[in-house]
């Protein structure tokens, strides 16, 4: 899958944007530029459409750009909206174990509040979790398991 960086150089600074303008200029989604505005894109909340200054989109998009180079630290969980590492809400998060050494952390994203996957190494969760607190989730181990079904069979040796 091509990521297409909005090109922020394309942005007028002396202009002001509807979320329609914005998309059209960026070749983006409308739903894009409004996940920045829920991102902390600033705008002019006394107008109506809303409106935002060339010089906001031209900086938020800078920055966003440098902040994609970040990789996730220990604690923080990438979100796939925001496309920014992410501190899970309420430093919680759960792991899925999908094998017996791997699966994934799953938080909450503070600013979107969409779920967050990190793939994690069950070994290496101590250098991953930082100081989240991690549940661990049994249900998926149970799908994985090639157990076959023992209810019955349990009855009748009793
Ligand atoms: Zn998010």
């Known amino acids: 899958m ?5 090109n922020y150089r394309l942005v007028k600074i002396h ?6 303008e914005a998309a059209r200029l960026l070749g983006t ?12 894109l600033p705008t002019c909340d006394s107008t109506r459409p809303t409106l935002i200054l060339g010089r ?9 750009r440098t902040k994609n180079k970040r990789r996730c630290q220990p604690g923080e969980i990438y979100c796939v909206r925001c496309r920014a ?13 999908t094998s017996a050494s791997l699966g994934n952390l799953i938080g909450i994203c503070p600013n979107c509040e969409g779920m967050i ?3 994690a190494n069950r070994a290496k969760l101590p250098e991953i979790r930082g100081n989240l607190d991690i549940t661990f989730s049994e249900a998926e181990r149970h799908v994985s398991e090639s157990d076959p079904p023992s ?3 349990d009855f009748r040796q009793g």
């Open 2 to 6: 091509r990521k297409r960086r909005p």
């Open 15 to 20: 202009r002001s944007y509807t979320v329609g």
């Open 29 to 40: 989604h409308k739903n894009t530029v409004r996940a920045w505005v829920k991102a902390g």
């Open 56 to 64: 906001d989109l031209a900086a938020y998009l800078q920055a966003r």
């Open 85 to 97: 590492p992410k501190r899970p809400a309420g430093d919680m998060a759960e792991y899925q174990a």
């Open 117 to 119: 996957y990190r793939r």
């Open 151 to 153: 209810v019955n069979s």
